[in-house]
């Protein structure tokens, strides 16, 4: 049986391409105008699930000069325009509010995973009625104390203590763990905490990689987790 769910956010729960490539353009147009990277590259960065800070300096003309100062300044700048403009792009893929309600009806726990900051991630919920399906407290995101971004598994670390000793989770066994993504990093997050991986085929990762990762199962809507789940 599934003792919990681990979700990622981008391109799995909410359909967020459009606004994360709109705004990693506003920051260049509000930060080095005379720079515009190619359409091309972002996609690429987004299909591979790569962090803010990763992201930021293979798009800039001069990775070297990219410091531990200027990647504070881009990626401040980048989460202000996003609560300001990328959120308004932001929607919910079909099937997962009625996913979620399925979940939260068979007492299932969810949390969501995120490279994403978890601000964000709040509030993209609470703009689409999600609010309430997902505890606050297994939100793990960008910044989020002893996390790391994924594939690393320090986020199911941080996690594991929370399911026990707020959620009454005592038995956290990860071959009964599902982790639902749609990158190479979510699959191989998976598998680095001997968990089940369900790869949503419908996201934006790169489909030969994930498909050679071997996920355990592959989705092509949110509506069919819930037989996986059920089986």
Known sequence: MISLAIFDFDGTLFDTHESIS??????????????????????????????????FQALH???????????????EKYRALYATHGQLLIKAFPGAKELLAELNAHKIPIAIVSNKGVAAVKTALQRNGLEGYVP?????????????????????????????????????????VLVIGDTVADLQFAKNISSKACWCRYGYGDREACQNSGPDFIV??????????KA
Not at 61 to 75: H, L, M
């Open 136 to 176: 606050e407290d297994l939100i793990v995101g960008d910044k989020t104390p002893g996390a790391k971004r994924k594939p690393d598994p320090a986020s199911f670390a941080v996690l594991v203590p929370i399911l026990r000793e707020r959620h009454g989770l005592r038995d956290i066994n990860p071959q009964n």
């Open 22 to 55: 709109q705004t990693i353009k506003l920051t260049f147009d509000s930060l080095l105008p005379t720079h515009a990277p190619p359409q091309s590259e972002i996609h690429r960065l987004i299909s591979s699930g790569a962090g803010l800070a990763d992201t």
């Open 220 to 229: 092509d809507g949110l509506e069919e987790v819930v037989g996986i789940v």
């Open 61 to 75: 003309p001069t990775p070297s000069e990219f410091t531990s100062a200027v990647e504070n300044e881009w990626i």
